[in-house]
């Protein structure tokens, strides 16, 4: 008995086309019960936010009822890298995980503790790290709205002395939360650019004041890249310049990522009593 | 003068609530003399914490009070800096 199959390809790892794909077919109406994803690319070169975007959009078929599968080659890769669990020890601690609002303080505190157990780290301050994470998850839960679909995945280069991260989440997405605080309708891309502004606050939460966007920036060295996608804007931030963007789909949530490069970052210093 | 371990305070609690629980602890101390903040053990000050907390303080008694009152020991550079351009940026934010 033939079984009516939806095909989705992913086909290129270039970001735009990546995001289209899932932006396009998000917005479509899918009829049939299955749906194959394929990936004739080399999948060795996905990137966190690869991972984290692809993982948000399995959760959301799998949530219209869609039974989806990882077909093809590279099927067992792929599925690899999108098995998640709360696994605590070790490098372990990397990878995919779904956000989850009693996990996310004692991850990030994991993830560090990882870090700093590495001989090459061990003196390194990763405070600066640590928090950027925090902000992020935080941030999933103060403004998102995103109905448990949100996921982080985070990598580790150790000859390059890297790490990646992404946070993606198909929540209402950051133009909507700005439109609602502002009161005016702007561009995607500016309301992207005022929520990264240094005191600009949705005031989700009582705990807000509109510092989280602009403290995951300050994680990421002068040579890092700090992204935000979210609907149809593009913010790329490095050092103190700004790169704004119109994209041609409409991204359904948000995705930040970045990369910092933690051989740039001092020794962790003591200091007996600071002085103001 | 009394002495808070923040790191008692971060303890099984979420950083809003710790956050809380630390501003019940200025206000609670506010007639000492000094009121010192111990970092040992702490490695991380996201802003969700210091909004409640030292945030709180300053909309509330002023940020001269803060560094007149508060004394941060065993604390790194980089929480410092921290801390001082979070000072910094919330008067700032006050002011407008």
Redesign the interface.
């Known amino acids: 008995m033939q079984v009516d199959e939806y095909k989705i390809v992913f086909d290129s790892l270039e970001e735009r086309s990546w995001l289209s794909i899932i932006s396009q077919e998000c917005q479509k109406e899918i009829f049939e019960e299955h749906v194959s994803l394929t990936f004739p690319v080399d999948v060795s070169m996905l990137q966190p936010m690869h991972v984290a975007s692809l993982a948000c959009f399995v959760h959301y078929l799998r949530g219209k009822g869609n039974n989806v599968t990882i077909k093809g080659d590279e099927e067992e890769f792929v599925n690899a890298l999108l098995y998640y669990s709360h696994r605590t020890t070790n490098a372990s601690c990397l990878g995919l995980w779904r956000i989850e609002e009693s996990w996310k303080e004692s991850k990030c505190i994991q993830i560090t503790n990882f870090l700093k157990s590495i001989a090459s780290l061990k003196r390194k301050d990763l405070s600066a790290f640590q928090i950027s994470l925090e902000e992020a998850y935080a941030n999933v839960f103060d403004h998102a709205q995103a109905n448990e679909n949100a996921y982080s995945f985070i990598s580790f280069d150790e000859k390059k002395m890297k790490i990646g991260v992404a946070i993606c989440d198909f929540g209402v997405g950051i133009p909507k939360t700005i439109a609602g605080t502002i009161r005016v309708s702007v561009l995607d891309s500016i309301a992207i650019v005022t929520a990264m502004e240094n005191g600009f606050s949705a005031k989700s939460q009582k705990h807000n004041r509109g510092f989280g966007l602009a403290n995951i920036r300050s994680a990421c060295t002068d040579s890092d890249e700090f992204c935000v996608i979210s609907r149809s804007g593009k913010v790329v931030a490095k050092g103190s310049e700004e790169s704004i963007y119109k994209s041609l789909f409409d991204f359904p949530g948000t995705l930040l990522f970045y990369e910092i490069s933690l051989e740039n970052y001092d020794d962790e210093e003591l200091i007996n009593e600071f002085e103001w | 003068m009394c002495t808070i371990s923040l790191h008692e305070v971060l303890q099984n609690k979420?950083?809003?609530d710790a956050?809380d629980v630390l501003y019940c602890l200025f206000e609670k101390y506010i007639n000492d003399p000094k009121i010192i903040l111990d970092f040992t053990g702490v490695?991380?000050?996201?802003?969700?914490?210091?909004?409640?907390s030292i945030?709180k303080f300053i909309e509330n008694y002023g940020a001269e009070t803060l560094?007149q009152k508060i004394?941060?020991?065993?604390?790194?550079?980089?929480?410092?800096e921290?801390?001082?351009n979070?000072v910094t940026?919330?008067c700032?934010?006050i002011r407008?």
């Open positions: 979420n950083y809003p956050g490695n991380s000050l996201p802003s969700l914490f210091l909004n409640v945030g560094k004394s941060f020991v065993n604390i790194t550079k980089q929480q410092a921290r801390i001082r979070y940026q919330l700032e934010q407008q």
